[in-house]
């Protein structure tokens, strides 16, 4: 016999889920798709912190304490 589906991890709901009665409506392959992008999101603003951050200290260093 087949055994029921069993629910995944509940999540939070999207707006829209919440005015179509809270009914989730998310595949798994999108869910996976979602949380890759959440992966990435993240990675990149790590990225971005860090060249701010090299930026900074770079233009500290030329311009020196005359604020050039």
Known sequence: MDEPKK???PRA???TEM??????QIDSA?????????RRRV???RS???LE???NTEAHHI???TGI
């Open 43 to 45: 990675v990149f603003e």
């Open 19 to 24: 005015m179509n009665g809270g009914q989730q």
């Open 30 to 38: 999108t869910h996976q798709q979602e949380l890759n992008l959440q």
């Open 13 to 15: 709901l999207s707006y």
């Open 7 to 9: 629910p995944s991890k």
């Open 63 to 65: 311009g020196g304490d």
């Open 48 to 50: 971005v912190e860090h």
């Open 53 to 55: 951050q090299s930026f």
